[in-house]
């Protein structure tokens, strides 16, 4: 009877963990570009997904300044270390390196470097190129996140499930 009550209580605290949400929601904080015009928005990252297919939610804007019109950002890419956001125009974009990785943990990342062009096209000897017409840096920023620890449904099921084994192999025990 001890050896059921000694499984019990294992199951129950294997399935009393918590779960890492797996997928936090970045906020941009004080980025400013060199023309003084702000990004701001945010996205959500999954880091155990990683690169540009670990985004999702993607709601990124920039104010109109420096030959550029403001623009909303709703997708990614990544080229080679950095984060590309794109918008349905598709005539401007919007490249972003961070200071380090983003993780599943959250806290604040800096903006290391980055920037907003805007292409126009250009024939030369009868092909379309696209062309840098417009353009500014970011200065300073970053972005913030913080992690929110979630208890899974099923693991709450289970944990009820396991308490109520206990409750009744321990009155059984003591009958």
Not at 29 to 47: C, E, H, K, Y
Not at 97 to 120: K, S, V
């Amino acid at each position: 009877m001890r050896i059921r009550i000694a499984l019990a209580t294992i199951l129950l605290i294997l399935s009393a963990s918590s779960v890492q949400a797996m997928s936090l929601t970045w906020s941009f904080q004080d980025a400013l570009f060199d023309d003084g015009t702000s990004l701001t928005g945010s996205f959500d990252f999954n880091a155990a997904v990683g690169g540009a297919d670990g985004f999702s939610n993607v709601n990124v804007s920039t104010q109109s300044g420096s030959g550029l019109i403001g623009q909303t950002y709703n997708s990614v890419t990544q080229l080679s270390g950095a984060i590309g956001f794109t918008s349905m125009l598709g005539s401007q974009v919007l490249g972003v390196l961070f200071d380090e990785a983003m993780t599943n943990a959250g806290g604040i990342i800096g903006l290391d470097e980055g920037g907003e062009i805007r292409f126009t096209t250009i024939s030369i000897f009868g092909k379309e190129i696209p062309f840098p017409s417009a353009g500014r840096f970011i200065e300073s920023g970053g972005i913030a996140s913080s992690a929110i620890s979630l208890v899974e449904p099923a693991g709450l099921a289970i944990f009820g499930l396991g308490l109520i084994l206990i409750v009744s192999l321990r009155r059984r025990a003591s009958i």
